[in-house]
């Protein structure tokens, strides 16, 4: 697939970035060319939310490679630039100021965005998201003298706790309102949700179950409070909205590619165009489950290495077990395979020492292992889970079998 065009990346995020890393590595020896919205060096997303915005990291720290290691290995980084329309016909890139790019091949990688909140008072001054170094950046710097203000966190998942566990540490008075019962309804079992759930009382942070947001309160344009349906009112110097991200498909969209919840994409990664391929946020890629767009640091890198081989020629059908992670205070929960479906679980160890692992089954099959402080059931799990080895409930529940034991000899993992 080697032409004098080369490869184009659209997107400048640890996927985009990893492809055109992996490429080198493999061999390719024609042009690279990695575009990117946002200006600067490409730079880690996972931090943000974590110990970049509890100020244990700074800027350099989460920086993805220097500019140096790209221009060494003529890879061409267009920092600041946005995509706007692709030529499938012609095999050009429309940049919205510069020139066309011509590719041979083009890899969309163009993740996710922020999905924004829309009732009265959203606009106001005061409300913040988090998906951007910028955004980061100003949320760290209100954070950093939090100490003592109300800090109002609107959304209970991944990026929502993480915010409020940073903003504690900063000495603020945190509310987070959850749209459901308990908190990361949607991503983790109930035990876990339950651990977390305490973990977080236990540090002072204020959940609020079942909470739907009505309005943000503004009256001369600053935000200064969040307003529930049920007519109670939160006061805050500063608000955070995590309810979940969308996929940036609109450049695939107007190219007429496939299209189902996110960028459709086969086994091999590639859209309904066969000189294109979408990984990482912004893609729906078969798994056992269906079509699935998988938002993890884990996918966007494992994509770019299964895309790279494509290119090559040494391609073959992706097919590897998702895992994610979150730091919460002192609590790190590592999970392997999606729990979606799960009808039983198996708890090792005891939460209340803070470190456990749950098994989660569903018709007696083992599909996700979370673990809390306890990273050898994690990297245990992901290789259970790859070799797709079965794992019954008896075993599950006997703790004198430690899960490594589990893998059989033999097993290709």
Not at 232 to 258: C, F, H, M, Q, W
Not at 296 to 319: K, L, W
Request: aromatic share 6%; charged share 20%.
């Amino acid at each position: 697939m080697t032409g004098t065009a080369g490869v184009v990346i659209v997107g400048a995020g640890q996927a985009g970035c990893e492809t055109a890393v992996t490429l080198r590595a493999k061999g390719f020896a024609g042009p690279i060319t990695v575009i990117g919205d946002e200006h600067g060096v490409p730079y880690q997303r996972p931090p943000l939310s974590k110990a970049f915005l509890a100020a244990s990291y700074d800027d350099d720290s989460i920086i993805l490679r220097p500019a140096e290691f790209y221009e060494s290995r003529g890879i061409t980084l267009l920092s600041g630039h946005l995509a706007t329309a692709i030529d499938r016909s012609r095999r050009h890139l429309e940049l919205e100021g510069r020139s066309p790019l011509a590719y041979d091949t083009l890899v969309l990688a163009t993740g996710a965005r922020n999905r924004r909140l829309s009732l009265p008072g959203a606009d106001a001054q005061g409300v913040h998201y988090l998906r951007t170094l910028t955004e980061a950046q100003k949320l760290q710097e209100k954070l950093k003298s939090a100490d003592g203000r109300q800090v109002v966190i609107i959304g209970g998942g991944f990026i929502g706790l993480e915010v409020a566990a940073a903003a504690r540490k900063h000495g603020a008075d945190v509310t987070v309102l959850m749209s459901r019962d308990r908190p990361m309804a949607r991503s983790v079992s109930l035990p876990v949700a339950r651990y977390f759930e305490q973990q977080h009382r236990r540090h002072g942070v204020r959940l609020v179950a079942n909470s739907a947001v009505r309005s943000i309160s503004a009256p001369s344009g600053q935000a200064d409070g969040v307003v529930t349906a049920d007519g109670k009112r939160y006061s805050a110097g500063i608000i955070v909205v995590g309810i979940g991200v969308d996929p940036n498909v609109e450049l695939a969209v107007t190219a007429g590619l496939a299209i189902n919840g996110g960028v459709v994409v086969d086994s091999t990664l590639r859209t309904s165009d066969s000189r294109i391929f979408a990984i990482g946020d912004c893609a729906a890629f078969p798994t056992q489950s269906g079509l699935r767009r998988i938002e993890s640091i884990q996918t966007c890198v494992e994509h770019a290495r299964a895309v790279a081989a494509a290119i090559v020629g040494a391609g073959c059908d992706y097919d590897k077990v998702p895992w994610f992670w979150t730091d919460q205070f002192d609590s790190k929960l590592q999970m392997a395979g999606l729990i979606e479906g799960y009808d039983s679980t198996v708890v090792r160890g005891d939460p209340l020492s803070g470190s456990f692992s749950v098994l989660c089954f569903a018709d007696g099959e083992l599909i996700a292992v979370e673990s809390v402080n306890r990273p050898r059931d994690h990297m245990a799990a992901r290789k259970l889970l790859a070799a797709r080895i079965p794992v019954s409930i008896l075993e599950a529940a006997d703790e004198g079998i430690e899960l490594k034991d589990l893998i059989r000899v033999g097993a290709v993992v």
